[in-house]
């Protein structure tokens, strides 16, 4: 039986209507910071060749390959920093304001990265100048994701939390792939002479506008419900003190935090895989160890293809996670993970552009049952004054040691033993984590987010709830 926050029956005043479009506005707002993000990280990943020509001149390719997906995983070492500092703070002074500073430095980061000079020119300067500007975005991206992800599940209807939630990850999706094509475009313009000397600093210099727009967006919009709602209990909103938020975290929500975090170490690490290691893996990895491997025009367009039929069914589960459940969706990619991890990595070493393509396939498919449900599933497992802070923690304390560093450990335990199944026994890992976890995980579907009241699309809906409830009692 639906009920209202404190616990009594509900009435029309209870239920929180969303207007729908602002609801549209919102997810996009959210959504646009995600682009940036992956749009960086996408960048990064297929001009990491030429990185590490330009930044790391002075070590052996393989050193130099190692260097520049270190300073990848490195940002993510300052990740539960930001998610220490935003977190908290968008639960005490609102989520708006703390997702628009986010998105403003991230894209200031990225910007700063294409305007670094090479390696020739100032010498160790340079590579601590890219580390620096990744640290800014990895600052920046520890409040940005789970703000995001709590920015759109406090406007969601309770019906629809998981579509719209998916649509951060379309997000995700389409500034991956955008980044990918551009960088391709590019390539097959200017040619690897011209991209080497100065073409790669220009998808990094657009990052600038594209977050400019995020910021416009961001600006224009109001609070969410949740957080509305709590401002109304006191006429002097302060929020719970960062002390007393990590005191309720870490000890009356600790099973949560670590539920989050396994979730997000399944999701992560197939996540990162997939989008940052498979081009180094593919184009550099495999050639050196004696197998066919891919050409990098061939593993940018394999890739690209991947990410767009991911983008067609994204959307598509989280609509499908609003009706059946998430934990049936996040255990299938679980378990697609324990049982297809090794093959995924065979195809691969098969070579040829079918295999190739139905390892990443499977692989992306594999992740797309996270990407679907988790922005839905995690603001779900905290309650509403702390669930930035406690989502942020978590995710970022998880993501940084497992998620952001799985390019760069694949890279030294590959280059270390010379075992190219190492992907592939990361990836189970992984699964059986996830596994785990999902099955301790309460379903969230169609239920209100923890300490708020019941959110509807229509005023229709509102009533509908209201006389249901009237009637269970």
Known sequence: MATAENGRDITLDDVIVTDESVVRRAVTAASIGNFTEWYDFGVYSYLTAIISKVFFADLSPGLATVATLGTFAVSFLVRPFGGLVFGPLGDRIGRTKVLAT????????????????????????APLLVLFARLVQGFSTGGEYAGA???????????????????????????????????????????????????????????????????????????????EQLVEKSEHHEGTSTRDEFRLIFTRHWRALLLVGGLVIAWNVTNYMLTSYMPTYLTTTLPRHGKHGTT??????????????????????????????????????????VVLGLPMVL?????????????????????????????????????????????????????????????????????????????????????????VCVYFVRESARRPLAGSNPAVSTEEEARELVAQAQADR
């Open 347 to 435: 195809l691969l070493q098969v070579g040829g552009i079918g295999p190739t393509f139905l390892g990443l396939m499977l692989m992306g498919l594999s992740l797309v049952c996270f990407s679907s449900t988790a922005p839905s599933t995690l603001p779900a497992m905290f309650p509403t004054e702390i669930r930035y802070g406690g989502l942020s923690i978590a995710f970022n304390l998880f993501v940084s040691a497992f998620g952001g560093t799985t390019a760069a450990v694949m890279g030294a335990l590959i280059l270390a033993t010379g075992n190219l199944l190492w992907p592939g026994y990361y990836l189970i890992g992984a699964g059986v984590v996830g596994a």
């Open 102 to 125: 986010t998105v403003i430095l991230m894209a200031c980061g990225t910007t700063l990265l294409g305007l670094v000079p090479s390696y020739a020119a100032i010498g160790v300067a």
């Open 296 to 337: 990098t025009g061939a593993s940018n367009v394999l890739q690209i293809v991947v990410l767009v039929l991911l983008m067609v069914l994204v959307t598509f589960l989280g609509r499908l996670s609003d009706r059946v459940g998430r934990r049936p969706i996040l255990m299938t990619g679980s378990l697609a993970l």
């Open 149 to 227: 992800m709590t920015f759109i599940a406090e406007y969601a209807p309770d019906r629809r939390r998981g579509f719209l939630g998916s649509w951060l990850e379309f997000g995700t999706l389409t500034g991956y792939t955008f980044g990918a094509l551009l960088v391709t475009l590019l390539t097959t313009v200017l040619g690897d002479d011209q991209m080497l000397s100065w073409g790669w600093r220009i998808p990094f210099l657009l990052a600038l506008p594209i977050g400019l727009v995020g910021l416009y967006l961001r600006m224009r919009l109001e609070e969410t419900p949740a957080f």
